[in-house]
């Protein structure tokens, strides 16, 4: 899907091309009337708002907006080919991707622990500061040992995919039939 891009802009350039020049023809500023040749008028390059979302395992998503400076539209779509296209108007263009990895906050800030209703989830900082990340499931914390319920309680730095995983495989061997709200 990603190498239909360039062929979509381009036929879009040709259509918009040549009803440019049907109506240059009608009204007899064309080459029908003139010995002149075809002129097209060039506005300089396109200009694009990009808007760059990343969506992290961890529930952590990021956006970062770009100003591009269009040449060629092969070399845009060559910058981008690692992302998906989701929303695209006049000016604006929004891509976004996956990443199976946690996110940048998370390995540098994050920690595991429990909120007040023994919801599972990833902190900014210390649980103690309340700045949940992301909720994952509650957990029947009378399962659990007193050491692993205390160092929850005091925050499980993630460091990791590997480890992140680990944690939720682990928490999820005590999770609750309650839902998470």
């Known amino acids: 899907m990603k190498n239909l891009y360039p062929i979509i802009w381009l036929v879009l350039l040709m259509t918009i091309g040549g009803t440019s020049v049907l109506a240059n023809e009608e009204n007899g500023t ?35 907006t770009v100003n591009e400076t269009i040449w060629a539209m092969e070399d ?21 991707r996956n990443i199976e990895d946690i996110s940048p906050a998370s390995k540098e800030s994050g920690h595991f622990g429990l909120t007040e209703d023994g919801i599972l989830s990833i902190f900014d900082g210390s649980p103690a500061d309340e700045k949940v ?7 029947d914390v009378g399962k659990l040992e007193s050491s692993r ?26 999770k609750t039939a309650k839902p998470v709200q």
């Not at 060559?78 to 006049?90: C, G, H, K, S, T």
């Not at 990340?133 to 957990?139: D, E, K, M, N, V």
């Not at 319920?149 to 005590?174: A, H």
């Open 30 to 64: 064309g080459p029908k009337n003139s010995k002149a040749p075809l002129q097209h008028e060039v506005n300089g390059p396109l200009e694009v708002e990009v808007i760059l979302r990343t969506n992290y395992a961890d529930g952590v998503s990021t956006k970062q």
């Open 76 to 96: 845009f779509w060559n910058e981008y080919a690692d992302w998906q296209l989701v929303n695209q108007e006049e000016g604006r263009m929004i891509f976004e």
């Open 133 to 139: 990340i992301q909720t994952f499931f509650q957990i």
């Open 149 to 174: 319920r205390e160092q929850l309680m005091d925050g499980i730095p993630v460091e990791s995919w590997y480890q992140f995983e680990s944690m939720l495989q682990t928490f999820y061997k005590v």
